[in-house]
């Protein structure tokens, strides 16, 4: 899994939360631990408002944990580990249940609804992952069976599960990133040929392939990052693995995603792509060229931190309204805000006597709602929020 992630680690120190104060300011509300829980290591938001992701114990592992209004809930509290990385908007999460006891190849694809537990682990594989969700209840499920050659992986299964029936889609060697499916039923995952060349492939809410999608020019190693409501399919790529470059799949036919004037560099969020939002229905996509967060839309790029310095978008919205982290430094001094279509921007300062920093994670598919971390600028402890 260390090839697939971009972690940084002052970002990550920074999401660390204590113990967290009961009251806060209009339109804020601040995220409780459950019992026996230290900090927050990784929260987003569904589009009717549920936060999910993990909370870390002093032990050092990460435990699946939803957040409700005021009530907070770890989902396999039993469990060695747990993970919940997509929630669709009635509620279902998608993630992983290591068991207690068991060695870290007994990762097992889960999900939770209304208090059930529903174990998608495929028969005889090694690990597995339930990696994306859609609001059509459906579960995207990437597992490792072994394989003819003893690497870590093996043959890698992509299917989908839905109230217990399972659609496999493909099975081959391991691609990259990760696979991820949208509320049209439409499925893209990174496939690799007998000849190790990868491409994108893109399925339809029946499963039937539409394409093979592999970038132009030089770049190589392409994974998808996105996919919208009407199957356009959003595509990262580089070049050496360091320059990157971004396509909208969407008719057919594979459009680059221009950067600024003079950019080198076009990536959806060079620290964190995984588990975002970063296309919507309308076909807007947000991303950084050369470290400045621009909106693009029909071949037109527009930034979204004018002022200078670094930008990086955390997620769009259907609305068109996007997060952006605009920061002094790299990766500090940073402010999060809100940037509308139109342009206007709100500026996101946390609970009350938040100090500097403030960082967004994720925002509502739906409304003006973030969901973000901050510390205290008296006592230093890190405070989780929900504003909007």
């Known amino acids: 899994?260390?090839?697939?992630?971009?972690v940084v680690a002052a970002a990550a120190a920074l999401m660390s939360l204590g113990a967290l104060p009961a009251d806060a300011a209009p339109g804020v509300r601040v995220l409780p631990l459950p019992p026996g829980a230290s900090f927050i290591a990784f929260q987003r938001i569904s589009g009717t408002g549920l936060v999910y992701g993990q909370v870390q114990r002093p032990d050092g592992s990460r435990h699946a944990t939803v957040w409700r209004g005021d009530s907070v809930r770890e989902l396999a509290p039993a469990a060695a580990s747990s993970t919940a990385v997509h929630a669709n908007d009635l509620g279902l999460v998608a993630g992983t249940i290591?068991?207690?006891?068991?060695?870290?190849?007994?990762?097992?694809?889960?999900?939770?609804?209304?208090?059930?537990?529903?174990?998608?682990?495929?028969?005889?594989?090694?690990?597995?992952y339930a990696v994306d969700v859609n609001n059509r209840g459906e579960v995207l499920v990437e597992a490792y069976f072994p394989g003819p050659t003893p690497d870590e992986r093996g043959v890698e299964q992509i299917s989908v599960w839905r109230a217990g029936s399972v659609r496999?889609?493909?099975?081959?060697?391991?691609?990259?990133?990760?696979?991820?499916?949208?509320?049209?039923?439409?499925v893209a995952a990174s496939v690799v040929d007998g000849a190790g060349t990868s491409a994108v492939r893109v399925w339809d809410g029946r499963g039937r392939v539409l394409a093979d999608v592999t970038p132009a020019e030089t770049y190589v190693s392409p994974f998808p990052l996105d996919v919208n409501t009407r199957g356009e399919v959003l595509i990262q790529a580089y070049a050496g693995y360091v320059q990157g470059r971004m396509y909208l799949w969407r008719n057919g036919t594979a459009v680059a995603v221009s950067g600024l004037p003079g950019a080198r560099d076009v990536q959806a969020n060079p620290f964190d792509f995984f588990n975002r939002t970063f296309l919507n229905d309308a076909g807007e996509v947000v991303a950084t060229s050369d470290y400045r967060a621009f909106r693009w839309r029909d071949g037109v790029a527009t930034p979204l931190a004018p002022q200078g310095g670094f930008s990086y978008p955390q997620g769009i919205n259907e609305r068109g309204d996007v997060a952006v982290e605009s920061c002094a430094g790299a990766i500090h001094d940073c402010t999060p805000q809100i940037v509308?279509?139109?342009?206007?921007?709100?500026?996101?300062?946390?609970?009350p006597g938040s100090g500097p920093n403030v960082l967004v994670s994720d925002i509502n598919r739906h409304r003006r709602q973030v969901v973000g971390v901050a510390r205290d600028a008296a006592t230093g402890a890190s405070l989780g929020f929900v504003q909007g």
Do not use: K
């Open 98 to 128: 290591t068991p207690a006891g068991a060695v870290p190849a007994a990762t097992r694809a889960t999900a939770w609804f209304l208090g059930r537990t529903f174990d998608l682990h495929p028969a005889g594989a090694q690990q597995s």
């Open 1 to 6: 899994m260390i090839r697939r992630r971009v």
């Open 340 to 351: 509308s279509r139109a342009g206007e921007t709100t500026v996101i300062t946390g609970p």
């Open 168 to 186: 496999v889609l493909h099975r081959g060697p391991q691609g990259n990133g990760y696979p991820v499916i949208g509320d049209g039923g439409h």
